[in-house]
């Protein structure tokens, strides 16, 4: 009966060691470095939607990482030449034309500009970037002026809506930047 018991026991320590090596492996084999794991990493991805009688449809990308957010816009149906991105204030893309999604997202009050101009830019003053002659366009934009559901009111793009615009940003036109209609519309929501 002692047999039978140390036996048991003996098995049983085998058992439990070589499942806790099975489950290190494991473990190892979906992350063999440790920093990977780690890594705070956030992404959304949503749809542009057409708007203003458009084509415009494509998507945006945001990706925050290590105190950054990175914005990757791929867009097709757009007329050939520069347009306008911004950010706005409201998620809403119910209406027909885009307005919906309010003005462009300004939380520090500044006037429109170009992005870093010492004189102000708004949050959601990104630019301009050129479609092809095949009606597609991209542009990438990093900073770290903004920040995925962090709740910090001047930096949280959650909430916000994605404007595509028919014309290109003069940066200086307040508070627009003489952008034209509004071709495409996302909002940023989780």
């Not at 026991?9 to 489950?23: S, Y």
């Not at 084509?55 to 925050?64: H, I, L, P």
């Not at 706005?88 to 919906?100: F, M, T």
Request: hydrophobic share 30%.
């Amino acid at each position: 009966m002692k047999k039978t018991a140390v036996l048991t026991m003996a098995t049983l320590l085998l058992l439990t060691v070589a499942c806790k090596k099975i489950n290190k492996e494991k473990t190892e084999e979906l992350a063999p470095d440790k920093e990977q794991v780690t890594s705070n990493v956030e992404v959304i991805k949503i749809a542009l939607e057409p708007k203003s009688d458009s084509n415009v449809s494509g998507t945006v990308t945001f990706t925050q990482e290590n105190g950054s957010v990175t914005m990757v816009a791929e867009m097709e149906g757009l007329t050939e030449g520069a347009h306008a991105i911004h950010i706005h204030e409201k998620a809403d893309c119910s209406s027909p034309d885009g307005k919906s999604t309010g003005g462009h997202w300004n939380p520090t009050a500044q006037p429109h500009g170009k992005w870093g101009s010492p004189e102000g830019y708004h949050k959601g003053d990104i630019g301009n970037f050129t479609a092809s002659a095949d009606g597609k366009g991209s542009i990438t934009f990093t900073t770290d002026e903004w920040c995925i559901g962090c709740g910090d009111e001047t930096k949280d793009i959650i909430g916000k809506g994605v404007i595509v615009h028919a014309g290109t940003d003069d940066f200086t036109t307040q508070p627009t930047g003489d952008a034209g209609g509004r071709v495409s519309c996302a909002g940023i929501i989780k």
